[in-house]
């Protein structure tokens, strides 16, 4: 018999919401049922709506596009055309230009390692490192940090600075000492040239 009323309705609805809370194997039963609708859903519909567009494959690092126009009935349809796009990655990777060697940079290299190899006995690294500061860039003031002067056998600067390479942004500059050969790294800021790195040359 069809329910007539709205109080009938209500009480088949409660009892319809309430049936996966009467026990925990009526939740789990109602959480595999709508675990397999969703399911059944998600292959369906695809269907039903109609299979999404592939994309052409092209070559590497391209992007292909693929243009039809619509003909009037009885002339032959033109043949699809490919354009191919360029992506980031298909343009070259830019060289660092050579220039002749910067007279600062050639300095500013010169008077780091000066800087470099002045530690008398029992001196900090932090006042070690203050001759030096002014020339180093901020993101290398802290690898220098962990430096200990006591170990560096060099103390002083026995010939002229010497440039081994030069670029408009960077030149590597070799300094002698009486230890090693200093090989440092001056790159320019904006604010003006700063040693970035060194390293010790035999």
Known sequence: MPIRTN???AAVYRRLWGYPLRSPRHLMGTIVFLAIVVTALGIVLPKVMGKP??????????TSVTTTTSQPPGIAAPVPTTATLPTRLSSPLLTPTSAAPNPEAVNVA??????WVNHPAGITNADWLNGMRALTTDEFLPQMST???ANITA?????????????TSSVVVLVPTDG????????NTGAGWRVSDY????
């Not at 592939?54 to 690092?61: E, I, L, S």
């Not at 390293?199 to 035999?202: E, I, V």
């Open 7 to 9: 109080r009938g309705r």
């Open 53 to 62: 567009a592939t994309a052409t494959p092209g070559a590497p690092g391209s």
């Open 110 to 115: 010169k008077q780091w390692a000066t800087a």
């Open 147 to 149: 430096v200990d002067p």
């Open 155 to 167: 103390t002083r600067v026995t010939g002229d600075a010497t440039v081994q390479s030069s670029y």
């Open 180 to 187: 090693p050969k200093l090989s440092i790294t001056v790159v």
């Open 199 to 202: 390293d010790q040359a035999s």
